[in-house]
């Protein structure tokens, strides 16, 4: 089992910055901390769930979708076991519940669209204009 714990969440004005961290335990620890994807996934009220930006943490390889390409970083760092996404240039449209998830991989890069199977719980971002 992977338990991931995210926070930083917190209400911003326009244009404002935010880190998220995404603290990672269980089966993921150790050894195995760089064979897994880990994702953050947005949600706001009434829409689908969109891929926000995903690292493979066994190396450097990112992607970060269009609509936040050169606002949101996603790094991490691996003697925390954390994963961040450094997001500035907020914009109203970034509000919702971020969502870091993981998979076990055994390829070299990550996609948005792998079949995520560990969740956390959530940290609500609302971006104010």
């Known amino acids: 089992q992977v338990q991931l714990v995210e926070s930083g969440g917190s209400s911003v004005q326009a244009g404002g910055s935010l880190r998220l961290s995404c603290v990672a335990s269980?089966?993921?620890?150790?050894?195995?901390?760089?064979?897994?994807?880990v994702a953050w996934f947005r949600q706001a009220p009434g829409k689908e769930r969109e891929g926000v930006a995903v690292?493979?943490?066994?190396?450097?390889?990112?992607l970060h979708a269009d609509s936040v390409s050169g606002r949101f970083t996603i790094s991490q760092e691996n003697a925390k076991n954390t994963v961040y996404l450094e997001m500035n240039g907020l914009k109203p449209e970034d509000t919702g519940m971020y969502y870091c998830?993981?998979?076990?991989?055994?390829?070299?890069?990550?996609?948005?669209?792998?079949?995520?199977?560990?969740w956390g719980q959530g940290t609500q971002v609302t971006v104010s204009s």
């Open positions: 269980g089966d993921i620890s150790g050894d195995m901390y760089s064979r897994y994807c």
């Open positions: 690292i493979h943490t066994g190396g450097t390889s990112t």
């Open positions: 998830a993981a998979v076990l991989t055994y390829g070299l890069a990550c996609s948005l669209r792998y079949e995520y199977n560990y």
